[in-house]
């Protein structure tokens, strides 16, 4: 269950997060799960890095996991890409 209150609060997220976010979204829009892999290849951050950040947004509940990948979480926005 994600935690409302922290979905609220982007301002709680990193730098590194953010882009990491933005990145598994942008591979979300093709329909497309985000790997770890994937992610630090489009953003050029240490795939440790990426999965520190990948964890932390999937325990926030900003991510889901499935399997080794993740999409969006919870969210009451739009994405324009």
Do not use: F
Not at 2 to 14: H, N
Not at 29 to 42: G, I, L, N, S, Y
Not at 57 to 74: C, Q
């Amino acid at each position: 269950m994600p935690d409302e209150e922290r979905l609220e609060d982007v301002q709680e997220m990193t730098s590194a997060d953010m882009t990491v976010y933005e990145a598994v979204a942008a591979l979300n829009t093709k329909e497309r799960p985000a790997t770890a892999a994937d992610v630090a290849a489009m953003t050029g951050l240490p795939e440790d890095d990426v999965r520190r950040c990948l964890g932390s947004l999937a325990e926030g509940g900003r991510l889901v996991p499935k399997g080794d990948a993740y999409i969006l979480g919870t969210h009451d926005w739009g994405l324009e890409y």
